[in-house]
T-cell receptor
């Protein structure tokens, strides 16, 4: 059974701080997606990474896919209250997504 | 804009009263998925359609059924909702490419309340 361990599960920080969320697995994934979800809404795709060692940047968000395609990280620089939400990593293989447990991020003004 | 649309956004039903949730997409994707999500948890896959082929997850209760009359539409039928079925139901789509399936795109979800 493929598993994605996501950490931390909860994070409460002050505006302006930096943070990193991790997703780790013993399995290799063909792709890894990061989603952000606000209460009462569906997950919104942030990025897809497919190549080992790949780094993608989306404004203050930096996504990295591990060399072996088993792990990924999301780093947010200078977090803002608008970054508050549930962050989900999901590994793709054989057409299904394996989700991490999610990270609930609260950024206080 | 091309997108995944879910209706209604909020649905209230009574214990045991059948309910249908709908999903439509303008992405022309050939795979459609239904997920159940409970508070602050990751989405749980119920089933998916690859074109007209239905693929049920092993642990999806028989109470949950699905129909896909054409490429654009997919329905989730809950035959006898219980209190434990109150959740957010998410529809997603993806496209099959050589070597695997493309990223999944989610709709806004339908929040189901069972009284």
């Amino acid at each position: 059974t493929q598993l994605l361990e996501q950490s931390p599960q909860f994070l409460s920080i002050q505006e302006g701080e930096n943070l990193t969320v991790y997703c780790n697995s013993s399995s290799v994934f063909s792709s890894l997606q990061w989603y952000r979800q606000e209460p009462g809404e569906g997950p919104v795709l942030l990025v897809t990474v497919v190549t080992g060692g790949e780094v993608k940047k989306l404004k203050r968000l930096t996504f990295q896919f591990g060399d072996a395609r088993k792990d990924s990280s999301l780093h947010i620089t200078a977090a803002q209250p608008g970054d508050t939400g549930l962050y989900l990593c999901a590994g793709g293989n054989t057409g299904k997504l394996i989700f991490g447990q999610g990270t609930t991020l609260q950024v206080k003004p | 804009d091309a997108m995944v649309i879910q209706n209604p956004r909020y649905q209230v039903t009574q214990f045991g009263k059948p309910v249908t949730l709908s999903c439509s997409q303008t992405l022309n994707h050939n795979v459609m998925y239904w997920y159940q999500q409970k508070s602050s948890q990751a989405p749980k896959l119920l089933f998916h359609y690859y074109d007209k082929d239905f693929n049920n997850e092993a642990d999806t209760p028989d109470n949950f059924q699905s129909r896909r009359p054409n490429t654009s539409f997919c329905f989730l039928d809950i035959r006898s909702p219980g209190l434990g079925d109150a959740a957010m139901y998410l529809c997603a789509t993806s496209r099959v490419l050589a070597g695997g399936r493309e990223t999944q795109y989610f709709g806004p979800g339908t929040r189901l309340l069972v009284l």
